[in-house]
Structure formats: structure tokens, C-alpha cells
């Protein structure tokens, strides 16, 4: 298991990679009705 800096490490770049995608859908053409689904439990 990692340990306490690693797991909050992961979580920093999930945060970083969702908003990287919030600002190319708010700068795109759509599509807009996409889901997206986390491969794992929430």
C-alpha cells in the first residue's frame, strides 16, 4: 500500500487531469453528452 504522501500524490493528479479535461470541453465544440464512468469503485 502506498503511503500517506503517494495516495495524496495520486489524488492531486486525478484532480489535475479533471480539470485539464473541464477546460478543454468548456473551450471545444461538444460533443457534450458524453458519460464517463471511473473504472472502479467511487
Do not use: H, I, Q
Not at 468548456?26 to 464512468?37: M, Q
Amino acid at each position: 500500500m502506498p503511503d500517506k504522501f503517494e495516495l495524496a500524490r495520486g489524488w492531486f493528479l486525478k484532480a489535475d487531469s479533471d480539470l485539464n479535461t473541464a477546460r478543454l470541453m468548456v473551450e471545444g465544440n461538444g460533443p457534450y453528452n458524453t458519460a464517463c464512468f471511473p473504472p472502479g469503485p467511487c
